[in-house]
């Protein structure tokens, strides 16, 4: 199964909104409500900052928040702030216990 | 709190085993599915295998089937990765993650390097 599509880089100036899409196919990200997204931070482990398309978990910021629509995810983080510059990754579940992850964005803040 | 805790990486060589361990700790460990997840050098992530709470459903990528092996120790709180025929493109950050759709928390990590 090919990896989900992402731009290698976007950025934004603090306090702007920066999106970052990710698209799939049917059998994946159309297919299932089951879209998650992760930060990383360069030497770190990924954090989780989205599940199921929408949800946050407790401790991450507002300005972080998921949507969908067809086989598109995508991640808007709102009021940029230098601590948001980081790697992010989408990923979703595509049936048969498997998960496929995007190819990443660096999010460079400006 | 919850902790993941992997170990067991290394340098190996082409053709060689390495079995990953990652020590499970601050949650009820056999009610809930786990999965590993891959990082090579300067790359994104791939999704490498998942086995559910009680262990007896376990799936693994292709790139991974038939060399790789997922298990559970639930009375270890202990998820393993036993890798046999490694090959220089599974040279790897190798994580843990707490999930099977979604992955929260990870661990930090365990290197592995395949290598002549």
């Known amino acids: 199964q090919s990896a989900l599509t992402q731009p290698p880089s976007a950025s934004g100036s603090p306090g702007q909104s920066v999106t970052i899409s990710c698209t799939g196919t049917s059998s994946d990200i159309g297919g299932y409500n089951y879209v998650s997204w992760y930060q990383q931070y360069p030497g770190k482990a990924p954090k989780l900052m989205i599940s199921e398309v929408t949800k946050r978990p407790s401790g991450v910021p507002d300005r972080f928040s998921g949507s969908k629509s067809g086989n598109t995810a995508s991640l808007t983080v709102s009021g940029l702030q230098a601590e948001d510059e980081a790697d992010y990754y989408c990923?979703?579940?595509?049936?048969?216990?498997?998960?496929?992850f995007g190819g990443g964005t660096k999010l460079t803040v400006l | 709190e919850v902790q993941l805790l992997e170990s067991g990486g290394g340098l190996i060589q082409p053709g060689g085993s390495l079995r990953l361990s990652c020590a499970a700790s601050g949650f009820t460990f056999r009610n809930y599915a786990m999965t590993w997840v891959r990082q090579a050098p300067g790359k994104g992530l791939e999704w490498v295998s998942g086995i559910s709470g009680s262990g007896d459903t376990t799936d693994s990528a292709d790139s991974v089937k038939g060399r790789f092996t997922i298990s559970r120790d639930n009375s270890k709180n202990t998820l393993y990765l036993q890798m046999n025929t490694l090959r220089a493109d599974d040279t790897a950050i190798y994580y843990c993650?707490?999930?099977?759709?979604?992955?929260?928390?990870w661990g930090q990590g365990t290197l592995v390097t395949v290598s002549s």
């Open positions: 990923s979703s579940y595509a049936g048969s216990k498997n998960v496929i």
């Open positions: 993650a707490k999930g099977l759709k979604w992955f929260d928390p």
